[in-house]
């Protein structure tokens, strides 16, 4: 079955922009995570999203924000762009919340000028 | 706060020989592990698992072991091959609380060399 899909693979964004990134989760999986990786930090878990509810945040700032629908497809959207901002975000889905193995798509990198 | 730690960034290690990969954690509510591999520009990939009433989980070439007492766990990787080298993380979760999202470690990268 086809995996967690996230678009677009590439993006450039000016500061102040605003973006939204787009995850496909896999078929049944209702449960999808965003991450952001950036040298050095690893993966920061940024939300996660069950049944079209947000179960979880990390720690960052309001300018990030997600959301699920009814179809598990989750967007995730970064206001006011910053160029630390530039980073890879990855989506993950299982089928229940952090329940056991979690798929990661190939993400998305952004890059912020 | 870094609940899960890689302490060493990056690891290199000859072709056939045994890759061992370590991973602490401090929060005592994590019950459950998972080792990923990552390539650039890719998204991590899972590996195996462990849950924390076992000491020991082994699939093919990978073994991951739980030492609680310690929070410690590694990955072992026997014999290492060329297209092992990769970027490894370690994660955990919990059931409750401040564990009850998945946490990764900052990674170690592996070499494996010919």
């Known amino acids: 079955k086809a995996g967690v899909t996230q678009t677009p693979r590439y993006l450039i964004k000016t500061r102040g922009q605003q973006v939204t990134l787009s995850c496909s989760p896999i078929s049944g999986h209702r449960s999808v995570s965003w991450y952001q990786q950036t040298p050095g930090q690893g993966l920061q878990f940024l939300f996660e999203y069950f049944s079209e509810t947000q179960r979880n945040k990390g720690n960052f700032p309001g300018r990030f924000s997600g959301r699920q629908f009814s179809n598990s497809r989750s967007e995730m959207n970064v206001s006011t762009l910053e160029l630390g901002d530039s980073a890879l975000y990855l989506c993950?889905?299982?089928?229940?919340?952090?329940?056991?193995?979690?798929?990661f798509g190939q993400g998305t990198r952004l890059t912020v000028v | 706060d870094q609940q899960v730690k890689q302490n060493s960034p990056s690891l290199s290690v000859q072709e056939g020989r045994i890759s061992i990969l370590n991973c602490d954690y401090t929060?005592?509510?994590?019950?459950?592990f998972l080792w990923y591999k990552k390539y650039p520009a890719e998204g991590p990939t899972f590996l195996i698992s462990?849950?924390?009433?076992?000491d020991k989980n082994e699939d093919g070439r990978f073994t991951v072991f739980l030492n609680k007492s310690a929070k410690h766990l590694s990955l072992h990787i026997v014999p290492s091959q060329p297209g092992d080298s990769a970027v490894y993380f370690c994660a955990a979760t919990g059931r409750t609380g401040t564990a009850s999202k998945l946490t990764f470690g900052t990674g170690t990268r592996l070499q494996v060399t010919l």
């Open positions: 993950a889905s299982s089928l229940v919340p952090q329940g056991g193995q979690t798929f």
């Open positions: 929060n005592s509510m994590f019950d459950y």
């Open positions: 462990i849950s924390s009433i076992k």
